[in-house]
C-alpha cells in the first residue's frame, strides 16, 4: 500500500479519431418493423401552431397570461397586476424583452424572480428567446397597481 506510483507521461501532437460506428443487419427490415398501434395518435397529432408574434399580438398576450400566474409570496396579487411588469415586447422571430421591476430593492425575491419570470416566459409556445430586464426607475409605488389588485387588497 505504501508503494510509490510512478505515472509516465506521453506528449502527443494530435490523435487520430476513432473508426464511426456502423451497424450491419443480417436479417431483413421487416422483423425490426415498430408497432406503431400505440405512436398511431402522437404521430397523426398536428402541431400545436404557435402565436403570432409582434406587438399587440397572440404571443404577447401568451406571455401576459402567463404573467399572471405568477405570484408574489408575500402579497396575494400575480406581478402583472401588482404593477410590476412595466413592459413585454415581442419581434417577429419570438425573441421576448420583458421589462420589470419589485417592490423594493430589499425584497425577499430580488434573486429569484427574475429567473423565474424568464423560465415562465421561456414556457410559453413560440418564444425563441426571453430576456429579463429589471429595473428601478421609475421605482415601483402602489398607483401602478390595477384596480383588481387594489380591490384584492382591500385598498378600494
Known sequence: MNEQRKIET??????TPPPKARVEV????????????????FLNQEPEA????GAGGDLQAAIVETLKTIYDPEIPVDIYELGLI????VTDDGDATVLMT???????VAESMPGEVEIRVLS??????AEVKLVWDPPWDPSKM???????????
Open 86 to 89: 412595466y413592459d413585454v415586447s
Open 124 to 129: 410559453v409556445p413560440g418564444v425563441r428567446d
Open 50 to 53: 404557435a402565436p403570432a408574434g
Open 26 to 41: 443480417e436479417t431483413p427490415a421487416e422483423t425490426f418493423e415498430r408497432k406503431r398501434d400505440y405512436l398511431a395518435g
Open 102 to 108: 419589485l417592490t423594493t430593492p430589499h425584497c425577499p
Open 146 to 156: 390595477s384596480d383588481e389588485a387594489r380591490l384584492e387588497l382591500g385598498m378600494l
Open 10 to 15: 506521453e506528449e502527443v501532437d494530435a490523435v
